[in-house]
């Protein structure tokens, strides 16, 4: 667990996550409260990295959901194994007369039958899937749901017990609470709103892009081989693309590949040919491109 504000903030540095102080107040918050929290943002700004990083920083199993359109309990939650039921079914048969030998009535064997149900809807033949297996688990884990706004409303309405009672409900079986609470962390790319009641049993953070600190600082720790110079050119160029009308923002995660490629061609100074030949690593649509391209100008000073 971490101690403070700070720790969080230095612990989290040393998975090579640069976070903010808001970041790491509510992340420090949520779980000295054992909260759920939706980190809301544009894609490509670190939230699933969050997840994975605390995970590390804690030693906690990263258990992982990765939602999409028509994701079901059956992919989320468990499923039964239907081959080793089929088998059991087979044994049963097999062994349905010795089982009915000393039942007197039709009666009294439907109630001795009624008692093997029980047996073949059991945990023996149940396969726990990533929510499941975080609310089962005996050790401490972080459950990220990736991506919760791709999934529908139905499945995120399935979500709310887990995230208020750390609980399941398996009809066959019962309800199953968490033995260990796990820290559940949701991400979204706002693809749609998430409901009142979702957002009601979580703490919200929302990370946008950095300030040109912060990304420098990130890009240093990244990739280090850029040097300081180029990665405050880079750092600039890219805060002075995002006051464009672009269709997609580079993220950081774009930052980072465009300062990978630029440390591998041995650049030193970033120039508007070299900036232009490299497009392609930070915007992702040909507008965006031709976009930049015509205000590389006021965008680049060499």
Not at 11 to 18: A, D, N, T, V, W
Not at 39 to 54: Q, R
Not at 94 to 100: F, G, M, N, Q, T
Not at 203 to 229: A, F, M, R, S, W
Request: charged share 30%.
């Amino acid at each position: 667990m971490f101690n403070s504000i700070e720790d969080t903030i230095q612990q989290l540095e040393k998975q090579r996550y640069i976070c903010s102080k808001e970041i790491a107040t509510t992340v420090y918050l949520a779980l000295k409260m054992q909260k759920p929290i939706l980190v809301e943002g544009p894609a490509g700004v670190g939230k699933t990295d969050l997840g994975k990083c605390i995970a590390q920083a804690l030693g906690y199993e990263l258990i992982r959901l990765q939602c999409y359109e028509g994701l079901d309990e059956a992919k989320a939650l468990y499923e039964w194994e239907y081959a080793k039921q089929l088998l059991y079914t087979q044994i049963l048969k097999d062994k349905l007369s010795k089982i009915l030998e000393d039942q007197a009535t039709l009666k009294d064997a439907v109630n001795k039958l009624s008692t093997e149900e029980d047996v073949f809807f059991s945990e023996k033949f149940l396969v726990a899937r990533p929510i499941l297996k975080a609310i089962t688990n005996k050790t401490p884990s972080l459950l990220l749901i990736d991506e919760i706004d791709k999934s529908d409303s139905e499945f995120e309405a399935f979500l709310l017990e887990v995230l208020s009672d750390f609980q399941v409900t398996i009809p066959e079986i019962g309800t199953i609470t968490a033995v260990n609470k796990p820290f559940v962390l949701l991400t979204s790319n706002n693809a749609r709103e998430m409901s009142d009641a979702l957002k009601r049993r979580c703490l919200h953070l929302y990370i946008d892009y950095p300030t040109k600190e912060l990304e420098e600082q990130i890009v240093k720790l990244k990739v280090p081989e850029c040097g300081n110079y180029l990665i405050k050119e880079i750092i600039n160029t890219i805060h002075e693309i995002r006051k464009l009308p672009l269709k997609k923002d580079p993220s950081i995660s774009e930052t980072l590949d465009w300062a990978k490629a630029l440390a591998l061609l041995g650049c030193e100074v970033l120039n508007r040919n070299i900036a232009i030949d490299t497009l392609n690593f930070i915007l992702k649509y040909e507008k965006d491109i031709e976009l930049v391209k015509k205000n590389i100008n006021t965008i680049i000073v060499h």
